[in-house]
């Protein structure tokens, strides 16, 4: 092809060369708007222990976001942190929610994800027991039956509280069950414990009778929205857009729960009462992810690694640091 003029611009000619140069780099500019453009569906999951994303999908507020964009949302369940976990690592989910503590704990087993932002900070897990079953404190627990998701806020949870109480997982029967399932056996009396998770543990504490035998809202880390750091890099204006809604919901639902209230009672098909249990314990007062949830997670991480469930030559703090992404809800209130 020779270099020809091609076209004018302010009185000067281009060649070819100059006019596919100027293209190209109009093009690498504004790389975020054609990414944009070709994504055509945006996985979000949803699940009971993030109230938010209840009254998001009820009102379709993602659908009405990205509609003008041609992009389609789908919504996936997911029932623990450690499925959302899994659907995030499989590339079946590009927005998930999770505890802080699960976040890191895959973080560190090669999981791609960075945590962008803050959709509570609940007090959603306790160890739970029944009346008839005589354990009033964690030590009570040595050689019992603890019904458990691994992987999940509430694993480590349970993990941590052994530790302060001088046990290792190794000290008791550890029965590995989704959450509903471990409420189920609790109340059947399989297990002697539970390492529960609302809205389910206030479903057992109001309709079973359960005990909340230990608590300690500290221990329990921030509820995170994650993404695959390849999805975050390739779509900022789109995690961006999507924390956005996220906040809108947030301020919505400070100023009337019941919406809320409402869809966590249609989605988990559980009574007002236990609901209302549920969000008593669950602060919705900020989206901010920084250096709050660092400390919360890495304290968590340091817990973990003294209790042998994380290896002693994992830098926790390096992989803190790499999970938490800060940018996103930059110019959010705290």
């Given at each position: 092809m020779s270099d020809l003029p091609f076209t004018p611009i302010h009185g000067q000619a281009l060649s070819r060369r100059q006019a596919f140069g100027l293209a190209l780099g109009a093009t690498l500019a504004a790389p975020s708007i054609l990414r944009a453009q070709m994504l055509k569906e945006?996985?979000?999951?949803?699940?009971?222990y993030n109230p938010l994303s209840l009254i998001i999908r009820e009102q379709k507020l993602l659908e009405k976001e990205f509609e003008k964009d041609g992009i389609a949302i789908r919504w996936v369940q997911t029932l623990g942190s450690n499925k959302a976990l899994e659907f995030l690592n499989a590339g079946s989910i590009d927005f998930g929610s999770t505890a802080g503590a699960a976040a890191l704990l895959a973080k560190i087993n090669g999981n791609p994800i960075q945590s962008v932002s803050v959709f509570s900070r609940p007090e959603w897990t306790a160890l739970v027991t029944r009346k008839d079953k005589g354990i009033t404190k964690v030590s009570d627990l040595k050689g019992k039956a603890v019904a458990v998701t691994r992987g999940?806020?509430?694993h480590i949870f349970l993990i941590r509280a052994l530790a302060e109480a001088g046990l290792k997982?190794?000290?008791?029967?550890l029965v590995l069950l989704q959450h509903p399932d471990g409420r189920t056996a609790l109340a059947r009396g399989d297990v002697d414990a539970w390492a529960g998770l609302d809205p389910l543990m206030a479903a057992a504490e109001v309709e079973e009778g359960a005990i909340l035998f230990h608590r300690k809202p500290e221990n329990n880390t921030w509820g995170v929205?994650?993404?695959p750091t390849e999805f975050a890099a390739k779509n900022p204006e789109i995690v961006t857009r999507v924390i956005d809604v996220y906040e809108r919901a947030r301020q919505a639902a400070v100023k009337d729960i019941k919406p809320v209230s409402a869809a966590l009672v249609a989605v988990a098909r559980l009574p007002e009462a236990v609901i209302a249990k549920q969000i008593e314990r669950t602060d919705l007062s900020t989206s901010v992810i920084g250096k709050v949830q660092?400390?919360?997670?890495?304290?968590?991480g340091v817990a973990l690694q003294e209790a042998e469930v994380i290896k002693s030559d994992v830098d926790?703090?390096?992989?803190?640091?790499a999970l938490i992404e800060p940018k996103f809800t930059a110019k959010l209130k705290a």
């Open positions: 945006i996985r979000v999951d949803f699940a009971t999940t806020d509430p997982e190794k000290d008791v029967k929205l994650n993404v660092s400390d919360a997670i890495l304290a968590a926790v703090k390096k992989i803190v640091e």
